[in-house]
T-cell receptor, first 115, second 115 residues
Framework: KNQVEQSPQSLIILEGKNCTLQ??????????LRWYKQDTGRGPVSLTI?????NTKSNGRYTATLDADTKQSSLHITASQLSDSASYIC??????????????FGKGTHLIIQP | EAGVAQSPRYKIIEKRQSVAFWCNPI?????LYWYQQILGQGPKLLIQ????????DSQLPKDRFSAERLKGVDSTLKIQPAKLEDSAVYLC?????????????FGSGTRLTVV
């Protein structure tokens, strides 16, 4: 069964600190992996998309890594800001996996940045 | 480029009432998705359209939920009658190509509260 597991479930850090969120997946065959940021009550916004051949991709203070061999990904946030408080969702796209949309969603990590 | 538009942004109704949500996808996107996202969980696919045809609605509770995409552009999702457990954020997404999810983008969602 295709699954995406994220950890931790929730995280609280002080403003200015760094943090790393984890995503492990079992989706096969693999097409790409995406990280989304979702503010409360809003739709998810794409941060990064990585294919099999990419092992790192940055978007400002966000850096995602992908190890396709171990089926693990991480999202590193540098110098956190209050506006980073949100849920971060890992989504894996497989050509035949997941739902009819080919996507398997993680449950997200709820990140809170404290001043 | 305009994003995926959804309305209303918020809706509060009593149980057993009816409600409808509207989605306007990105221009030219053939594939449209409706998701239900319960608090603390990842989005769950309800229905997927390719142009004006249904690709998959296996997870749509058809006794109370219905959706249509007339003319292959805008879409509406209806709940009749609503139950307390329908309280969630309803997300619409669209993509240009079904398999590669090219341009896959979420709308801001409609937050439904059933009381």
């Amino acid at each position: 069964k295709n699954q995406v597991e994220q950890s931790p479930q929730s995280l609280i850090i002080l403003e200015g600190k760094n943090c790393t969120l984890q995503c492990n997946y079992t989706v096969s065959p693999f097409s790409n992996l995406r990280w989304y940021k979702q503010d409360t009550g809003r739709g998810p916004v794409s941060l990064t998309i990585m294919t099999f051949s990419e092992n790192t991709k940055s978007n400002g203070r966000y850096t995602a890594t992908l190890d396709a061999d171990t089926k693990q990904s991480s999202l590193h946030i540098t110098a956190s800001q209050l506006s980073d408080s949100a849920s971060y969702i890992c989504v894996v796209s497989g050509s035949s996996g997941g739902g009819a949309d080919g996507l398997t969603f993680g449950k997200g990590t709820h990140l809170i940045i404290q001043p | 480029e305009a994003g995926v538009a959804q309305s209303p942004r918020y809706k509060i109704i009593e149980k057993r009432q009816s409600v409808a949500f509207w989605c306007n996808p990105i221009s030219g996107h053939a594939t449209l998705y409706w998701y239900q996202q319960i608090l603390g969980q990842g989005p769950k696919l309800l229905i997927q359209f390719q142009n004006n045809g249904v690709v998959d609605d296996s997870q749509l509770p058809k006794d109370r939920f219905s959706a249509e995409r007339l003319k292959g552009v805008d879409s509406t999702l209806k709940i009749q009658p609503a139950k307390l457990e329908d309280s969630a954020v309803y997300l619409c997404a669209s993509s240009a190509l079904r398999q590669s999810h090219y341009g896959y983008t979420f709308g801001s969602g409609t937050r439904l509260t059933v009381v």
